[in-house]
């Protein structure tokens, strides 16, 4: 059943989906559970989110071990590469709702707020007047400092455009079968993604210590937090996959012209790069 | 293939072997029955709910239901009916027809398949969970508007979660629809010889991607704002409740033509049949629901035109709503032309196309009539909306499930359905539907409010024709699960070509469809369509 016969290619029934549904699920429950106070929250979120470690991991394993094997021909080549891209177009338009609400607050709401709006101004808060950053009209807004551009986010501007230059090399030495560039750069391109992550966390210590900016600063904090958090988890998840793809690099999963493994994470990473442009701008400069 | 057949019938038997065919699945066929079977179920787990709404209604005052319960009743009706019953339908059909369409083994995606539906049951049943937990279930609306929705009890985050799951299993099914579209067509079935029930699913599903993370993001805020002090939607930290409607129906209207494309790829599927004429105008058919797809991205605020909007916003989405009816036009009248001197027969799919394409076309009128923007400060949250998308989506996308079901079946089951059952079924549900809804045109313009277990005396005779409509129609139903039920389990045997004007690639393999079809591609030297 799993074999290709006349050209087609059909994989084989498989349990991790099942075991990724009632992991997630068990996970979720417990989220919702915790949020609401439940003793049991915290452990079924830990056990549903170990479940679903177990099932990313096994899965993956069955996926590497069959396209090492070669039972991946070039027709289920194309439909991971379709798969990938719209996966990232989707994520693409979850960061694009964060977006419009910062547009929307920004152009619309707040100086709707501030009087753009007669009525709206007259009716919530007569006579305020907000500028951006603003932590909002209400009394109980605590005074805060911006984050701005300089030196933590525009450095690491510069280390994920950097990471982006190192991932290419590696794709260009893993095409001329370079091994020891290839590996190299991978494992710098890893380490760049690193400390982003790093940076960021101190970024964050920073504003919530020093800065007193928080989640809970308006709509300055809400998007400020939300978009990097976000990009931060995609961060994380990112260098993750770089980590795996250095290692099979090792193991010589990957031949000069059959390693889409590489290319779909090298994707996503690029994507995530896009992602924190977009970011450093309309967050950290406009 | 013979060898695998032996092996696989081994494979399947017992306890174990029952699991392994229905919960680690990898085939199409498997998946797209799996897919129907939980939507039915869902469809009669949504009408029930439907059923105590009407019986509330049946009279003015408070009679059956207490009025905490019957808001929670309204947003989980619609919620069941839209996440659990009508998109994972088209899902289903999808499944099970489009590689079979296309000539293609499988979904290009297999595994994920598998997964976009097994997640579906525990969704859907964490999603109907929230009823039973303390404070209730939703009760401010399926559209989940903050402050409101920020209000409900415990189950607040389940709900927020159960709808993040189903948008996970919705984003990795379009995905796979369009992967094994772009990916999986047999030689010669170039994009333009595609059947159009291909081609509206790979515009749904591009749709699909485009708007479910959205509608993620949304309700992501809605948790942040409850839960961690961000304030996206209230005016203290300088956000604003209305931005969660631009969000909500960002995605919410062209959720809207997620539900109802489908529907049109299967009329234009059934009417040639049965009109024993190729389709009319099919190349104007793909670029019309693609024009319809485009548009959908910009008309979201029509749905939101007394929120309060500058004038400029206001005349925007008007005009953008109206161009809509354009494309919707160019489909109808080919439908129409592809019936014109064609040698009809009206069997059971052919009565719910036509019935269909008549009903669709009364909701998209009133469709128009809301698109108006001073119109709608008048119609806006009364019973004329309600009646509105009513007629699009159960006489537009329910219908044209049942019609598919229908059709399909012989092909599915390899038994002819009972005809004469399913025309009464039919008749049954096209005139209780009526009852039904066109009353609540009435009451919607006479000014009655929608979302509300109780009214002025001055509305109690429409309603009370529609409450007896809404039962009518709700136990016609049963006809339906009765006709599915008698098909599965045995009848005449039908042929590969079940329809005698039937074209296409599916009326190609055996009836029913093997477990495999087209190990080996076909080649397709003529269009399908």
Known sequence: MSEASGGYYVPHGSHWPIIGSIGLTTMLVGVSGYLQGADWGMWASLIGALVLLYMVFGWFTDVIKEGVQGYYNNQVDASFRWGMIWFIFSEVMFFGAFFGALLYARTLSIPWLSGADVATNQVLWDGVSLGWPTAGPSQRAEEFTPMGPWPLPTINTLILLTSGVTLTWAHHALKENRRLALIGFMWATVALGTVFIGFQAYEYYEAWTHLNLKLSTGMYGSTFFMLTGFHGLHVVIGTIMLLVIALRCMWGHFTPDGHFGFEGVAWYWHFVDVVWLGLYVFVYIL | ?529
């Open chain 2, 1 to 529: 293939m013979t060898a695998t057949t032996e092996h696989e019938s081994e494979e399947y038997s017992g306890l174990r072997g029952f699991a392994a065919r229905w919960l680690f699945t990898t085939n199409h066929k498997d998946i797209g029955t799996l897919y129907l079977l939980w939507s039915l179920l869902m469809f009669f787990v949504g009408g029930a709910m439907a059923m105590l709404i009407r019986a509330e209604l049946f009279q003015p005052g408070m009679q059956v239901v207490d009025p905490y319960f019957y808001n929670q009743m309204i947003t989980m009706h619609a919620l069941v009916m839209i996440f659990g019953a009508v998109m994972p339908a088209f899902v289903g059909l999808a499944n099970w027809m489009v590689p079979l369409m296309i000539g293609a083994p499988d979904m290009a995606l297999p595994r994920m398949n598998n997964w976009s539906f097994w997640l579906l049951p525990f969704a859907s049943l964490m999603l109907l969970s929230t009823v039973f937990l303390p404070g209730g279930g939703p009760s401010g609306g399926w559209t989940l508007y903050p402050p409101l929705s920020l209000q409900m009890g415990d189950a607040f985050p389940f709900l927020i979660f159960s709808i993040h799951i189903l948008g996970i299993s919705s984003i990795m099914g379009a995905i796979n629809v369009i992967a094994t579209v772009l990916n999986m067509r047999a030689p010669g079935m170039s994009l333009m010889r595609m059947p159009l029930f291909v081609w509206t699913w790979l515009i749904t599903a591009y749709l699909l991607i485009a708007v479910m993370p959205v509608l993620a993001g949304g309700i992501t805020m809605l948790l942040t704002d409850q839960y961690f002090g961000t304030t996206f939607f209230s005016a203290a930290g300088g956000g604003d409740p209305v931005l969660f409607q631009h969000i909500f129906w960002f995605f919410g209207h062209p959720e809207v033509y997620i539900m109802i494309l489908p529907a049109f790829g299967i009329l234009s599927e059934i009417i040639p049949t049965f009109a024993r004429k190729p389709l009319f105008g099919y190349s104007s058919m793909v670029y019309a629901t693609a024009s319809i797809a485009f548009l959908s991205f910009i008309v979201w605020a029509h749905h939101m035109f007394t929120a309060g909007m500058p004038l400029a916003g206001e005349l925007f989405f008007m005009y953008a709503t109206m161009l809509i009816a354009v494309p919707t036009g160019v489909k109808v009248f080919n439908w129409v032309a592809t019936m014109w001197r064609g040698a009809m027969t009206f069997e059971t799919p052919m009565l719910f196309a036509v019935g269909n394409v008549i009903l669709f076309t009364i909701g998209g009128f009133s469709g128009v009539m809301l698109a108006i923007a001073p119109a709608d400060f008048q119609y806006h949250d009364t019973y004329f909306v309600v009646a509105h998308f009513h007629y699009v989506l159960v006489s537009g996308a329910v219908f044209s499930i049942i019609a598919a079901v229908y059709y399909w079946l012989p092909k599915w089951t390899g038994h002819m359905y009972n005809e004469s059952v399913g025309k009464t079924h039919f008749w049954l549900s096209v005139i209780f539907l009526n009852v039904l809804f066109f009353p609540q045109h009435f009451l919607g313009l006479a000014g009655m409010n929608r979302r509300i277990p109780d009214y002025a005396v001055q509305f109690a005779d429409w309603n009370m024709v529609s409450s007896l409509g809404g039962f009518g129609f709700g136990v016609s139903q049963l006809l339906f699960l009765y006709v599915i039920i008698r098909c599965m389990r045995g009848g005449k045997r039908a042929e590969a070509r079940a329809w005698e004007g039937a074209k296409g690639l599916e009326w190609e393999v055996p009836s029913p469809a093997p477990h495999h079809t087209f190990d080996t591609p076909p080649r397709i030297e003529t269009a399908g369509h």
